[in-house]
DNA sequence: ATGGCCGGCGCAGCCGGA
């Protein structure tokens, strides 16, 4: 079973790349990020035509997530527990069976955060509070969980092409990477990370020729529970869709899982 | 990553992004 996850970057503005993409890859399940739309506006009679399920949490103008299936998930969470004041659309879980039981999927667009010194800062650390207690929460399932999405979070120096240039940023703050080490080390695994140790990005600005100079940065991430860990296959990010016509400035990561 | 963009909203130029 193949689950990706994609910052589109405006899924109305993206649909041809999207349907590209999904005839190359064939993924099972794809978490979109940033679809930019309200939920009656989203291209689903496309997507359905090349043959998915589309559940969708969006909101007018920014952020937004969905999750593509092939099959019809058996529940779905749309917002991140834990502020009900929260009206950024940002987060939803959809469960699906699979031959080995239950498998839950999470696609999440974590807060850019910048400029630290603003609110927004501490709405990043926040939300990356609430989002530890859920993964925590899942974890006590003992059942594959997939945390999929754009963390906006460099883990590491070796996950940018210029680290120096980072610094001060709210992407590679050390609180902010502190608060995603504090998932992985409730022990969910970093799927990328697990499978390489090359530098390898997710995502390149659309100024200054970046893609062009591979100036990129690592911040799209699959975290697997360990039950979900035990079953991983492959993991890979498909960094060639990035020189397509019409590209999002992130790039697809997929996992493959024996499930 | 500091020269260079892009989508949404809505019909001009600003907001948000990373």
Redesign the pocket.
Known sequence: MQIATW?I??????IETLLAWLKEAGPDIVCL??I???DD?FPRLEIESAGYHVETHGQ????GVAILSRTRPDDVLRGLPGDPADEQARFMEAVFSTRRGAVRVASL?L??G?PPGTE?YPYKLSWMKRLERFAAERLALEEPTVLAG?Y?VIPEPRDA??PA??TG?A?FQPESRDAFRAIEYLGYLDAVRAVTDEQVFT?W??????WQ?N?G?R?DHVLLSPEAAGRMRAARIDSHVRGWE?PS??VPVIVDLDL
């Open positions: 910052n970057n405006g899924v109305k503005a993206r990020q940033e930019k739309s309200v506006q007018k103008g920014f952020n667009y807060p850019n910048n927004k754009d906006n092409k210029n240039a980072w940023d992407l995502f600005d659309y100024q200054a020729g970046a100079k100036n940065i911040i019409k400035d992130h």
